[in-house]
């Protein structure tokens, strides 16, 4: 038995491995396509983007052709160089560079030798590829922008790394991916699918037809069209508002939760970031560190949200039954909370209730509020929690969702937060008391504070805010259409919406009101400090501003927040005037003076003050300082209108030859 047992193991391991080899070699050629075999060559139709369309139907983004030139080493012979670096217009230094980087991907894959021709550069090369073995042009897509605006929307494409090519085998050396904003989070939507097809070579290297007569070629499927929510004139005209200026404008659709304007200033045309110039484009706009044209302040810059803040907590004290509409506290020119501790105010004075309290944004009123609110629980780490939980439910102090790159959570402190600060306690309500009007250790985002208005237009509940509006032939995610409830009761709302309405007619933005439209909104002038050189220096205040309208049945709600613009009515509040009539009228605006004013001013005076100096000496000093800046500037500009002048007579001085002028001055 022992006899027949050995060989026969043998044997029926042998027929295993003959089954498996004859299997894989003549039955399954599915590894033959997969391997770098020389006697066939992968070639890659890449599809189109999908489209991008406004809510309204305005084409957005649409694809222009382009054209790489890709390069497989091994295949490089008798190659012309100089002739090539000439063609091309790129140094010989270049030229190796770029072939070295192939090399190292891979001698026997194709990969981007040079991307995006144009179609000059395309046909001056088309003209002598046969001459040059080892390259060949394959045809892509580029984004072709119809507007000049949104580009912190779109975000752009660009070539994947090696990091992308290792997580995701889909992509090769040279395929194009979404980077930032919707480009990127519906990057699998968009791109579509690339076909592929299988060529066949023979031993001279010659295209002899398709690999098994195309049995594994596919079809490239182009990307899904997608319409946004996003409605374009709106955003071109929030971009122009914002121009010399910085921060950002939010608007919503209270009733969707739709976005409607997403801006951020400075921001930047998004066709700088197509075509040969991208990368130093790109590498221009990253290395501006003064404005940031590519951080989205909408999404990412966190400030303390000032005045509009009082709405919240009034909302949260009437929940909390530690005030009713009637309850008045006296104003003294601010709120005294402790010995020697006093925070102003600048409503004038008086007896306050809710509804004065609001459209005069009286700062003792809602620090009484915050402090009944925190004292009415036995310990004030059960005050604050309590309070935190309230304002978590409007969506504050954490990722919002929605289908942007994430930006920032904010910041809602809790008595963790307070302990770690105060390890030996001894923190209360009157420590904390700045929160109660939007400083102190509160911190929001514009997007935050736009969401707040469309929670409270909508009485009680907001939906994720989202910029996606349509997907062609599939729905959009449920989480967009999903109601989050906040834990204020539907009834304490109409009384605030009351004192905002009034923040018009009577209130701090009275200046700002448009006839035939009811604007509810609130001002904020918000501390604004930063350090330089080490020192914790305040700066001009930043302005902000939150509204919604119309009154009843709300159809846009936004916050707009302009960076070192003083009060929240000297900026802020007039932009979102214009904003909400641009949206509800279209084409007609009434308020020119605001529109003009908006349209023409700036504030880079203010954003020069950071980097001249200007903080850095003696306040007593400060206006010489400015003095000398701007006789500086002066003096510079008259010597380039000067330098222009000398241009343009030159231009118009007519020349006369050597020999004319001889003979004339022998006349």
């Not at 009484?368 to 309230?390: E, M, Q």
């Not at 105060?422 to 420590?431: D, F, H, I, M």
């Not at 000496?617 to 500009?637: H, N, T, Y």
Request: hydrophobic fraction near 35%; charged fraction near 25%; proline fraction near 4%.
């Amino acid at each position: 038995m022992r006899k027949i047992l050995l060989p026969g193991l043998i044997i029926a391991a042998t027929v295993l491995i003959l089954a498996r080899l004859f299997y894989l070699q003549i039955l399954d050629d599915s590894y033959i396509k997969k391997s770098d075999n020389n006697a066939i060559k992968i070639v890659y139709d890449y599809p189109e983007r999908g489209y991008m369309y406004d809510r309204n139907g305005e084409l957005l983004v649409a694809n222009q052709p382009s054209y790489d030139i890709m390069v497989i080493p091994k295949e490089i012979k008798n190659l012309d160089t100089l002739e090539f670096c000439s063609i091309l217009n790129i140094t010989r230094e270049e030229f190796n560079k770029k072939i070295e980087k192939a090399i190292v991907y891979s001698p026997r894959l194709p990969s981007v030798f040079l991307p995006q021709l144009n179609k000059v550069e395309y046909a001056a090369f088309q003209e002598k590829i046969r001459k040059y073995n080892g390259f060949y042009i394959q045809k892509r897509s580029l984004r072709d922008y119809q507007v000049e605006v949104g580009a912190n929307i779109f975000g752009y494409i660009a070539q994947v790394n090696d990091g992308i090519i290792q997580k995701n085998p889909y992509y090769k050396s040279g395929d194009l991916i979404g980077m930032q904003g919707i480009e990127s989070e519906y990057e699998e939507i968009l791109r579509g699918v690339k076909g592929v097809k299988y060529r066949q070579r023979d031993r001279f290297n010659k295209d002899i037809g398709s690999y098994k007569e195309g049995k594994y070629d596919t079809i490239a499927v182009q990307g899904k069209d997608i319409t946004l929510t996003i409605d374009a004139e709106l955003q071109k005209y929030g971009e122009a508002l914002m121009k010399n200026k910085r921060g950002g404008i939010v608007a919503i659709e209270p009733k969707t939760g739709e976005i409607l304007a997403l801006v951020t200033a400075p921001s930047y045309n998004p066709a700088l970031l197509v075509g040969r110039e991208r990368s130093k484009n790109f590498t221009a706009l990253y290395h501006d560190t003064i404005s940031m044209p590519l951080f989205d302040r909408g999404l990412l810059a966190e400030y303390p949200p000032g005045s509009p803040f009082k709405i919240l907590t009034a909302l949260i004290g009437l929940q909390e039954g530690v005030i009713d509409e009637q309850t008045q506290f006296l104003c003294h020119g601010g709120f005294s909370y402790g010995r020697g501790a006093f925070m102003r105010c600048h409503c004038g004075g008086g007896a306050r209730n809710l509804h004065v309290g609001i459209y005069k944004s009286c700062n003792a009123y809602f620090g009484n509020v915050f402090k009944l609110t925190i004292d009415k629980y036995p310990k004030p780490r059960f005050g604050v929690n309590a309070w935190s939980n309230h304002m978590k439910s409007f969506g504050l102090g954490d990722f919002m969702g929605y289908d942007l790159p994430p930006g920032r959570k904010g910041h809602i402190p809790t008595s963790e937060y307070y302990d770690r600060w105060y390890p030996n306690g001894g923190w209360k309500s009157s420590t904390i008391i700045s929160n109660s009007i939007g400083q102190g250790e509160v911190l929001m985002t514009p997007m935050q504070l736009a969401n707040m208005m469309a929670t409270i237009a909508n009485e009680g509940y907001y939906y994720t805010p989202h910029i996606i509006k349509k997907i062609k032939g599939q729905p959009i995610d449920k989480k967009f259409t999903t109601k989050h409830i906040t834990t204020i009761d539907k009834q304490y709302y109409k009384p605030v919406i009351d004192g905002l309405f009034d923040v018009y007619n009577m209130g701090t933005a009275y200046g700002s009101r448009v006839e035939g439209i009811e604007i509810c909104g609130k001002t904020g002038t918000a501390e604004n400090f930063t350090k330089i050189d080490g020192r914790r220096v305040q700066l001009q205040d930043h302005s902000v501003f939150v509204a919604f309208a119309p009154r009843h049945n709300p159809k846009i709600a936004l916050a707009v927040l302009v960076e070192n613009g003083h009060y929240g009515a000297t900026w802020a509040a007039p932009m979102a005037s214009l904003m909400i009539e641009k949206y509800i009228r279209r084409d007609t605006i009434t308020r020119v003076d605001l529109e003009n004013r908006m349209l023409n001013g700036s504030l880079q005076f203010e954003y020069e003050k950071v980097t001249n100096g200007y903080y850095l000496v003696p306040k007593d000093q400060r206006a010489e300082l400015i003095a000398k800046k701007e006789a500086e500037k002066k003096a510079e500009s008259e010597k380039k209108e000067k330098k222009d002048n000398s241009q343009k007579n030159n231009a118009n001085v007519k020349t006369v030859p050597t020999e004319q002028r001889k003979k004339a001055e022998k006349r």
